[in-house]
């Protein structure tokens, strides 16, 4: 018996698309990893063919461009994290005084873990502002929340808290190594706070415009 073409194609077509010729068919995922590796040999080879040297010069470009991208990361470090972007909490852990984080401070120090030692001066000198009443305890505060809440009773030390929170930052969430240097702003910002006299008159006056002047300040 001769059958027709077409119903021969249709014939064998329906035989074929049983599951049992297709047991061991790779699954989606298999072959989109096929189709990837593909079309990524292709592009490999193309770009080989059009580099000087071929395969190998194709290879030196490629070991030069990592390298460059190490030699960048390692300069530069981690991004810096962006001013009042969402961080963690300056404490992470249980609730310790001040003089308990001056002298674990002391001890990174002394092994010279600069960067673990600056972020417990940090939390010391939040926490002594906290016993003085200088700030109000609040569980999740952040090393800049606490610096802007600080600057308002020690006008004189504001630009040095924001520093501070920022190098707090840098070390903490950018992965920014300190140095014996850092931790020495930290800690002298610390014992001059200690002294430090709070001027509550700045915090709380409105500016006010002396008698007699106009709406830009200059008298009339």
Not at 35 to 62: R, Y
Not at 92 to 104: F, L, Y
């Amino acid at each position: 018996m001769t059958i027709p073409r077409e119903p021969a194609r249709d014939a064998a077509e329906d035989e074929l698309s049983k599951p049992a010729y297709h047991q061991d068919d790779p699954g989606l995922l298999q072959r989109i990893l096929d189709w990837l590796w593909e079309h990524l040999g292709k592009l490999l080879n193309s770009a080989a063919d059009a580099s000087p040297g071929g395969v190998v010069g194709l290879a030196v470009i490629l070991v030069a461009v990592l390298l460059l991208l190490l030699a960048l990361w390692m300069r530069l470090g981690s991004p810096r994290p962006a001013p009042g972007g969402d961080r963690g909490s300056l404490f992470t852990d249980g609730p310790r005084s001040a003089a308990e984080h001056r002298a674990a401070a002391e001890a990174h120090a002394a092994d010279s873990r600069w960067s673990e030692a600056l972020q417990e001066r940090m939390r010391a000198i939040v926490r002594s502002l906290e016993e003085r009443a200088l700030l109000d305890p609040r569980p999740g505060r952040t090393a800049d929340e606490a610096a802007t809440e600080a600057g308002l009773p020690l006008p004189g030390h504001a630009a040095a808290l924001h520093a501070a929170a920022r190098a707090f930052d840098e070390v903490t969430y950018a992965g920014r190594p300190t140095d014996a240097a850092g931790y020495a702003r930290m800690r002298d910002l610390d014992e001059a706070l200690l002294t430090a006299r709070p001027d509550f008159g700045a915090a709380t006056a409105p500016a006010t415009t002396p008698a007699g002047a106009g709406p830009h300040g200059a008298r009339r």
